[in-house]
């Protein structure tokens, strides 16, 4: 039973368009995180909920909007790609906000076009 | 920037070797922590040494941390062809809120 399970793994889609990446975590843990990983392999936080609620927002486009329904889920909505965001995003949970041994999901690797 | 930094950035060695990464970062931390990540996969946590710690072991995992050179290093004994992964050292600033993670240390294992 996968414990940090993210959708699609690929995504390939054209400049200008809208998609979605799911996560879920079957952990019970308290805190959920986006990550980014560009080409050079530097992993960067994108975003950090503690139940349900946002608690790091690091300089992203606002075209990225993060929502978590319940504290098991947690989606990133991408609005107008664009060809800078084509890297690998990654899913993590940890029991709280301490930011002690992350679970990381398998990553969705994001193309676009 | 605070990003730590590994060094080397790859490193190959032959199976039954011992494999050494570094980390060194610029201010004071909380804690460290080191993770795997296979080709096409998410990271693992593999062990947190805390800023009051100076060695932790976990099966052929050994780490150490010297806080007055701000810096820490991975040793995995015996090396094995399932070792091949990149190597993360992430540390957890002092009133901070978030992981920073260094650039990794590519290792290959070769039969």
């Known amino acids: 039973d996968t414990a940090v399970s993210q959708t699609p793994k690929y995504l390939v889609t054209q400049m200008g368009n809208d998609k979605s990446i799911k996560c879920e975590q079957n952990?019970?843990?308290?805190?959920m995180y986006w990550y980014k990983q560009d080409s050079k392999k530097f992993l960067k936080i994108m975003f950090s909920?503690?139940?349900?609620?946002?608690?790091i927002n690091e300089t992203v486009p606002n075209r990225f909007s993060p929502k978590s329904p319940d504290k098991a889920h947690l989606n990133l909505h991408i609005n107008s790609l664009e060809l800078g965001d084509s890297a690998v995003y990654f899913c993590?949970?940890?029991?709280?906000?301490?930011?002690?041994?992350?679970?990381f999901g398998s990553g969705t690797q994001l193309s676009v076009l | 920037s605070q990003q730590g930094e590994e060094d080397p950035q790859a490193l190959s060695i032959q199976e039954g070797e011992n494999a050494t990464m570094n980390c060194s970062y610029k201010?004071?931390?909380?804690?460290l922590q080191w993770y795997r990540q296979n080709s096409g996969r998410g990271l693992v946590h593999l062990i947190l040494?805390?800023?009051?710690?100076r060695e932790k072991h976990s099966g052929r995992l050994r780490v150490t941390l010297d806080t007055s050179k701000k810096s820490s290093s991975l040793l995995i004994t015996a090396s094995r062809a399932a070792d091949t992964a990149s190597y993360f050292c992430?540390?957890?600033?002092?009133?901070?809120?978030?992981?920073?993670f260094g650039q990794g240390t590519r290792l290959t294992i070769n039969p």
């Open positions: 993590a949970s940890s029991q709280d906000r301490a930011n002690e041994k992350l679970f």
């Open positions: 952990l019970g843990h308290d805190t």
């Open positions: 909920y503690n139940n349900k609620e946002l608690i």
């Open positions: 201010t004071s931390i909380n804690n």
């Open positions: 040494i805390r800023s009051n710690e």
């Open positions: 992430a540390t957890l600033f002092q009133g901070a809120q978030k992981l920073v």
